[in-house]
Each structure stands twice: as C-alpha cells, then as structure tokens.
C-alpha cells in the first residue's frame, strides 16, 4: 500500500485533487473528519474537541489502512489538525504530533494559495491570502523539519491538477519499478 497525503491551507484544492487523484489511479480516498465533527456539532471548535477531532481523523485512516488499498489518498493528516489546534488555540495536545511521526506516509502533495481563490463554505477562517500563506509555511516548516517526502503544488486549478497527475504517476510508476 502506497499512502499519499494532501496537505497545505484550506481552499487550495486539496478535497478537489484527491478526487481527481482517485479517478486518475484508483486507491481510496479518506476525507477530513474535522468537517464531519463540525456538521455533527453545528458548531464552532474549541480547545477541548481537538483531541476528538485527531483521534476521529485516525479512525477513518485506520479504516482505511485495514482494507489494504494499493494506494490510500488521504485528504489531510494529523498534521492539519496540529496546525489548526496552534493557530486557533496556541497550543497541541503533544500526542498529536508523536501520533503523526508513528505512522509512516510515502509523499505528500503541499499545496500553495496562490493562484486559487478562497471560497467560503461556511467552515473555513482564513479568508485573507496571508494567512494561508503562512499556514503553507507552516506545513512546508515542518514537513522538511521532520525529514517528510513532498512536493510543492504551485499555480491554479488546471495546472496544479498537471503538476499532481505527472507527480504521482511518475512516483507510482517508480514504486513499480523497485518493486
């Protein structure tokens, strides 16, 4: 099983990318449980629903690891929900991040706000550019920080959908090869 990760700040086109991903090669894709809780609650998050929020996260990419796809597309990570938790509340409960460096993620998609519009759909908070952006750097921080394989999706919708097709295909296609 070959795990991709999509991360990077709200409306960059992440859930978007992940379909296509799927349509284009297969796999299974998990979608972010945060928004699930969010619908279930009708209501803002707060501090105390993080630890709910990373552990129901788990749970669907657990269900999903269990049934042993060739390739899991995950529409997010722990890392989201780390990242969020700092920005909204200035602080993670510390499990989160040792959670996420226990599991093991083949590549990661980061992808830039530049060149896609923020759409408001009634969850998302950042609507200025400059805050996405330096959720971006936040991502692209701690994913070179912590030694995590990605590559940086730049551009609007047509050419970020190229950028992540040839990306993949080229890695799914080298995967093969060594295999």
């Known amino acids: 099983m070959r795990v991709l990760v999509l991360t990077g700040p709200e409306s960059s086109g992440k859930s978007r990318l992940a379909q296509a991903l799927q349509a284009r090669f297969g796999g299974l894709v998990v979608g972010e449980y945060v928004r699930h809780f969010i619908e279930q609650q009708g209501r803002d998050t707060c501090y105390g629903d993080i630890p709910a929020i990373a552990r129901g996260q788990l749970a669907w990419e657990d269900r999903a690891r269990a049934s042993a796809p060739p390739l899991l597309i995950l529409d997010t990570h722990l890392l989201s929900n780390l990242l969020w938790s700092r920005t909204l ?3 993670c409960p510390a499990w989160i991040e040792q959670a996420l460096l226990a599991r093991r993620y083949d590549l990661h998609l980061l992808l830039d706000p ?3 519009p923020w759409v408001d759909d009634g969850q998302r908070c950042q609507p200025q550019l400059d805050e996405r952006l330096r959720f971006h750097r936040a991502c692209r921080d701690w994913l070179q920080g912590h030694g995590q394989a990605f590559v940086e999706l730049h551009g ?3 050419a970020r959908e190229r950028q992540a097709l ?3 295909g080229g890695w799914l296609d080298s995967m093969l090869a060594g295999a």
């Open 156 to 158: 609007d919708w047509p």
């Open 114 to 116: 530049r060149g896609m």
């Open 89 to 91: 509340f200035g602080d």
């Open 166 to 168: 040839a990306q993949v």
